[in-house]
């Protein structure tokens, strides 16, 4: 089943600009993780984040969990092209099995 | 090291024929997980295994559909008479999940299926 769900589906920045993605879930999780996919590609992991935290960063990256909301949102700053790539968020649904993905959010970086 | 490799990369298949797609995963890493992403769409989960323990099935669409994992490292999926509705990317994943459910997974480029 897909738990986390993507917000927007879509988004087109220039480079230089922050792009914030959202990701909202149904049920308790015991992390939550962000996957970056270029086209014709498998995913690529970027970042985990705990239930037990609010914040983490990763370079460029900065990922907020909030387990109250069951959101979270991935920042991704001074953009460049090569973050063109569709962004997943991935949560374990507290099973600690299978991730369940949703349909992702498409970035489109412009020099 | 090398990463997780599928392949083929492409398939293109005629309706009612059966194919098989094939996973190496990461040496050492105990899960294998199969995916299904059609396009425009997010990853469809398929089966899980982990280490000798019986796979977790539920996500398998239907009886058509079936996977092993040989040995607790290469894994085959297989797909009968295989319908339109099939064509999709098929990903394979493997994690080193140890009991620790926060282990990332690692994917391989997919099998691009066509079925004609």
């Known amino acids: 089943s897909q738990q986390g769900e993507e917000d927007p589906q879509a988004l087109s920045i220039q480079e230089g600009e922050n792009a914030t993605m959202n990701c909202s879930y149904k049920?308790?999780?015991?992390?939550l993780q962000w996957y970056r996919q270029n086209s014709g590609r498998g995913l690529v992991h970027l970042i985990l984040?705990?239930?037990?935290?609010r914040e983490k960063h990763s370079g460029r990256l900065r990922v907020t969990l909030d387990t109250s909301k069951k959101s979270s949102s991935l920042l991704i700053t001074a953009s460049r092209a090569a973050d063109t790539a569709s962004y997943f968020c991935?949560?374990?649904?507290?099973?600690?099995?299978?991730?369940?993905f949703g349909k992702g959010t498409s970035l489109l970086v412009t020099p | 090291g090398a990463g997780v490799s599928q392949s083929p990369s492409n398939k293109v298949t005629e309706k009612g024929k059966d194919v098989e797609l094939r996973c190496d995963p990461i040496?050492?890493?105990?899960?294998l997980y199969w995916y299904r992403q059609s396009l425009g769409q997010g990853l469809e989960f398929l089966i899980y295994?982990?280490?000798?323990?019986?796979?977790?099935k539920s996500g398998l669409p239907s009886d058509r559909f079936s996977a092993e994992r040989t040995g607790g490292s290469v894994s085959t999926l297989t797909i009968q008479r295989t319908q339109q509705e099939d064509s999709a990317v098929y990903l394979c994943?493997?994690?080193?999940?140890?009991?620790?459910?926060?282990?990332?997974?690692?994917f391989g480029n997919g099998t691009r299926l066509t079925v004609t």
């Open positions: 295994f982990q280490g000798n323990s019986a796979p977790d």
């Open positions: 994943a493997s994690s080193l999940h140890t009991g620790d459910y926060n282990s990332p997974l690692h």
């Open positions: 040496s050492g890493h105990t899960a």
């Open positions: 991935a949560t374990d649904d507290y099973s600690g099995y299978a991730l369940n």
């Open positions: 984040i705990r239930s037990n935290e």
């Open positions: 049920t308790s999780i015991n992390n």
